[in-house]
């Protein structure tokens, strides 16, 4: 959402320096392939001091913390992985169990398993400033109905006065950081695109598949800025991004959900290609546009997301938040 903006969804750190004797090891890829995975690198964590747990989610098993990695404020993020299908061979056969409750048919255990099998996917943002503690602390939403006055007077003059910075995404379009991450790209500077994985993707089963793809061409903030110009663009991202992944993953489009975010977290034009089981955040009916449903409606009116009122949430901090209420919108 807005105040998110200056960043991606979960930041990156693909930019750190790691030793040269690093070992790699071998992972399975969702298509059968093996790969690299990243080099072992030195524990950053080994001397993290906690502030606080910002929020957490027992449903998807998420924990936000706040605390310092030798004196700057950090934000660390742990999420458990998935469980894999073609791992519960070894997690039954190397497994202990400890008995917690019998009753009748039932009983219940604490399962440890091998600890390879037992990951804890971790992103760290360091130095982390306030709008990433704020992003990651829990609070209340507000949807907010903006109509196209609204965004004239209220929310694209906020974007502006923002100024929040692009250079990450214009790095992944230039092959300057994340090159090797790029599942498909269509080169041309007006219809193109990058393909690559969400940074909440493991990548290790299809199950929660989550990629995204990123317009070559710039200038496109959101989705307010769409027109009938813009279907050739839309057309060739939802097309081929489809067939990029039934390709790599063996995923027909009938099992996908393409759709944009509005507002997005970035704005730069983007589009989210998730499975269509995979309840992924921000998928809901409030936030997220079916690519289709775009397509379709602006053959129907070329200037529809020009015009008509949107809505969409924003958190309890949001500076956006403020100047609709400032403004008596909400």
Not at 46 to 55: D, H, I, M, W
Not at 229 to 257: C, D, F, M, T, V
Request: glycine content about 4%; some cysteine.
């Amino acid at each position: 959402m807005a105040n998110a903006a200056a960043k991606r969804e979960i930041p990156t750190a693909e930019n750190k320096d790691v030793p040269g004797d690093a070992k790699r090891v071998k992972t399975d890829r969702t298509d059968g392939r093996d790969e690299e995975e990243e080099p072992e690198c030195e524990n950053v964590l080994c001397g993290f001091q906690t502030s606080s747990v910002l929020s957490d989610s027992a449903r998807e098993k998420l924990l936000f913390v706040h605390g310092k990695i030798a004196d700057q404020e950090a934000v660390v993020v742990l999420e458990k992985t998935p469980i894999r299908e073609d791992a519960l061979p070894e997690l039954f056969a190397r497994s202990t169990l400890r008995l917690e409750m019998r009753n009748d048919i039932y009983s219940t255990y604490r399962l440890q398993v091998p600890p390879h099998l037992n990951e804890i996917k971790t992103t760290v943002v360091c130095p982390a400033t306030q709008k990433h503690l704020k992003k990651y602390q829990r609070q209340e939403s507000f949807l907010v109905e903006e109509t196209e006055q609204d965004y004239e007077s209220i929310t694209l003059p906020y974007i502006q006065q923002q100024s929040f910075s692009l250079q990450w995404v214009y790095n992944i379009l230039e092959k300057k950081a994340e090159a090797d991450r790029i599942v498909y790209e269509d080169p041309d500077p007006e219809l193109g695109f990058v393909l690559l994985p969400d940074l909440k993707w493991d990548q290790k089963q299809v199950d929660d598949l989550y990629l995204i793809a990123v317009a070559h061409q710039r200038g496109i903030k959101s989705l307010r800025d769409v027109t009938s110009e813009h279907l050739p663009l839309l057309q060739n991202i939802l097309q081929k991004g489809k067939e990029a992944i039934l390709q790599r993953y063996e995923l027909p489009g009938s099992g996908l959900r393409v759709y944009v975010h509005y507002q997005p977290s970035y704005y730069h034009l983007h589009v989210h290609f998730t499975k269509l089981g995979y309840e992924a955040p921000g998928c809901g009916v409030e936030r997220a546009h079916l690519l289709s449903d775009v397509v379709q409606n602006l053959r129907a009116d070329p200037r529809f997301y020009k015009t008509r009122t949107l809505s969409f949430p924003l958190r309890a901090d949001d500076g956006l938040l403020g100047r609709f209420r400032e403004a008596g919108r909400l």
